[in-house]
């Protein structure tokens, strides 16, 4: 029987080593997106896209994330004396979504971290969405979860995120071997690499951050061996899923924000920052008037005013 797409796992435990020192007492995924944590985003998405229950993956630092969904009754009780009613409509807001937590006792890999969603999944088809990657902040376009669920609905298959990344770079991620050029953005798949070296990868298409599965995938994940980086890597279990099930990928052509990235993060921040109606304004200013002092400091220009 076909079943309806209705649990998100957000795996959110990883150690964050790229974002040290920030990240030692502090989970990547609070980190804040100008005033909103990057997990919030993400929760917003899932609950865009239909999802009803959501499971998140800790580690340490699990308390911010808790306290964060948490309700805050001195804060909210300041507030409404103080007749903050727009900032006590945004507190309320964080309150009202009702997760899960479960915590990864130590960080394996994603693989791993999914396998701890088992309990929660069931035998239902569910989306895995990381914790540290976002699309379409500024809620242009479509979302991801909700197109992948769509396809689902389709094909009834596991389907996992792609998107075209520089050839350079395919050594950051899981890349897919596509059969044939794709119906309309989605591909069948023949194998799923995790961290290829540019010179062995089959494509330029990268897997990102969302991921229909199918609930068959934790029979695999429970005897999967550690993979590139000594770790359980969710792209071998895919992979072998694919063996027994088609697994498609879906090709994603919208914007991508790695946030667990020092770049990302602040690439990030920058441009939902020019599209948040309280700094916008004062951001493009800043922004433009930097922009010219950085053309003047340039030793090109330097040279070009002393010709
Ligand atoms: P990353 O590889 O980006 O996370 O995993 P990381 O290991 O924390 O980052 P670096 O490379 O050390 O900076 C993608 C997502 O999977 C989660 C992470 O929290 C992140 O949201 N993850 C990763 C887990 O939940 N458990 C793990 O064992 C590994």
Do not use: C, W
């Not at 794709?182 to 961290?195: A, C, P, Q, R, W």
């Not at 993060?265 to 922004?287: C, W």
């Not at 922009?291 to 070009?304: I, N």
């Amino acid at each position: 029987m076909q079943k309806k797409v209705r649990k998100a796992v957000i795996p959110a435990a990883g150690l964050g080593t790229r974002f040290l020192p920030a990240t030692k007492a502090l989970a990547k995924e609070m980190l804040p997106i100008v005033d909103k944590p990057t997990i919030q985003f993400i929760v917003e998405e899932a609950l865009k896209s239909g999802i009803e229950d959501i499971l998140v993956v800790t580690g340490k630092s699990k308390r911010s994330i808790e306290d964060h969904f948490d309700s805050n009754f001195e804060l909210e009780y300041n507030l409404e004396q103080k007749k903050k009613t727009e900032l006590l409509k945004l507190v309320d807001e964080t309150t009202a979504i009702n997760l899960h937590f479960i915590r990864q006792s130590h960080p394996r890999g994603l693989g791993d971290a999914v396998l701890q969603a088992k309990a929660f999944v069931g035998n239902e088809p569910f989306v895995v969405m990381l914790g540290d990657d976002l699309m379409n902040i500024n809620g242009e376009g479509d979302l991801l979860t909700k197109q992948l669920i769509e396809d689902f609905d389709r094909t009834h298959a596991s389907t996992i995120a792609v998107m075209q990344v520089p050839h350079e770079e395919v050594s950051s991620y899981g890349v897919i071997a596509p059969i044939g050029e794709g119906d309309h953005g989605l591909y069948s798949v023949e194998t799923f690499v995790e961290k290829p070296n540019p010179e062995d990868a089959p494509s330029d298409l990268a897997i990102i951050g969302r991921y229909l599965l199918t609930p068959e995938i934790f029979n695999i994940l429970e005897t999967q061996k550690p993979g590139a980086g000594n770790e359980i890597q969710l792209t071998d279990a895919i992979d072998t899923l694919n063996k027994t099930q088609r697994v498609f990928a879906r090709k994603f052509e919208g914007n991508r924000y790695d946030v667990g990235d020092k770049y990302g993060y602040m690439k990030t921040s920058i441009e939902y920052g020019l599209k948040h109606p309280q700094v916008a304004g004062d951001l493009r200013r800043y922004i433009i008037q930097l922009g010219k002092e950085l053309e003047g400091a340039s030793p090109k220009s330097a040279k070009s005013d002393a010709e």
